[in-house]
């Protein structure tokens, strides 16, 4: 057994990981109430994004780089209690290149928590499925076409196995966390008719 391998009840997502970083009690909502949220304008935007990114492709070859991409890769992994729809990923028999695609112009903005975090569980569960180590994510922001790569240490792939466990915890025992620090971040919220910061 390594340090990965535990016996969860709930698979989250990567995607879920990034609403914990937003706010913890997005996951309250959505798994213990079982509640269901519209998109917001900018969830709209972004899966137009993808679905002219990716979403239409599979697999390339890139012959003369001798690189390998694969499009809209689903990871699963049981023992860790963690699933994901990867944008894509390059491989040329050696080493793996995770590709994320944002929408908008952002090379230049900071990377925030739970965008972090998700990039930490996508690099995870490449590592646990396929067995390769992945250390880095690129991320391609689709507006200004730019680049920037995010390195992930072995320190943020286990805030990911903490946080796991943390979910589960809350969601197993129906305990409602507190709304984010932040107040400027419920403006944009699909969860705020919900919750309100009561």
């Known amino acids: 057994m390594t340090v990965w391998e535990t016996k969860p009840r709930i698979v989250f997502t990567a995607e879920d990981l990034r609403q914990y970083g937003y706010c913890k009690r997005k996951l309250y909502f959505r798994y213990v109430l079982k509640a269901r949220f519209s998109p917001t304008v900018k969830m709209v ?16 070859i890139e012959e003369e780089r001798g690189v390998s991409r694969y499009y809209n890769m689903y990871l699963c992994s049981e023992a860790l209690g963690l699933a994901a729809m990867i944008d894509y990923f390059e491989y040329d028999g050696e080493k793996i290149t995770l590709v994320d695609v944002k929408s ?29 180590p992945v250390k880095s994510v690129v991320i391609r922001y689709e507006d200004d076409k730019k680049e920037r790569i995010l390195e992930i240490d072995f320190k943020a792939k286990v805030t990911v196995i903490q946080i796991l466990k943390k979910l589960r915890e809350m969601v197993e025992n129906e305990v409602m966390p507190p709304p984010t620090a932040n107040p400027k971040k419920c403006t ?9 910061r009561c």
Do not use: F, N, P
């Open 45 to 60: 935007r972004g899966e137009q994004v993808h679905e002219k990114t990716c979403r239409a492709k599979r697999v390339e």
């Open 104 to 132: 908008g112009a952002g090379s230049s903005k900071a990377i925030y928590t739970g965008y972090y975090l998700q990039m930490a569980a996508y690099a995870l569960l490449l590592e646990v499925c396929l067995e390769i």
């Open 188 to 196: 944009d919220c699909e969860a705020w008719k919900i919750c309100r």
